[in-house]
């Protein structure tokens, strides 16, 4: 059984930085493409980031405009975004996922391992 375990968020004033986790147990880490998905209050569950397995590719949604980071280190099993000049639009249960494939997973639905979330509060 694959878990997800996400860390990292809070709140943060407008223009900040934060840096989420995502802890994954239970098979090889480095065989799973893995994605940040993100949903706010009243709003569907949408793509930010995702990350190949093992070449370092990765792929952003449009409005993160440079200011986030996905990275993965596949000898820890953890997965990270690095967020930065955050927006109170950025305000969302973060949310990682995880899929054994070779490429990278723009659609929630690809995905088949989820973890709980992460809540992340931008304030002005």
């Known amino acids: 059984q694959v878990q997800l375990v996400e860390s990292g968020g809070g709140l943060v004033q407008a223009g900040g930085s934060l840096k989420l986790a995502c802890s994954v147990s239970?098979?090889?880490?480095?065989?799973?493409?893995m994605g940040w998905f993100r949903q706010a209050p009243g709003k569907g569950r949408e793509f930010v980031a995702t990350?190949?397995?093992?070449?370092?590719?990765?792929y952003y949604a449009d409005f993160v405009e440079g200011r986030f980071a996905i990275s993965r280190d596949n000898a820890k099993n953890t997965l990270y975004l690095q967020m930065t000049h955050l927006t109170l639009e950025d305000t969302a249960i973060y949310y990682c996922?995880?899929?054994?494939?070779?490429?990278?997973?723009?659609?929630?639905?690809?995905?088949?391992?989820w973890g709980q979330g992460t809540e992340v509060t931008v304030s002005s």
């Open positions: 239970g098979r090889t880490f480095s065989s799973y493409a």
């Open positions: 990350i190949h397995r093992s070449n370092g590719a990765t």
């Open positions: 996922a995880a899929k054994i494939w070779d490429g990278l997973l723009t659609r929630a639905q690809n995905y088949d391992y």
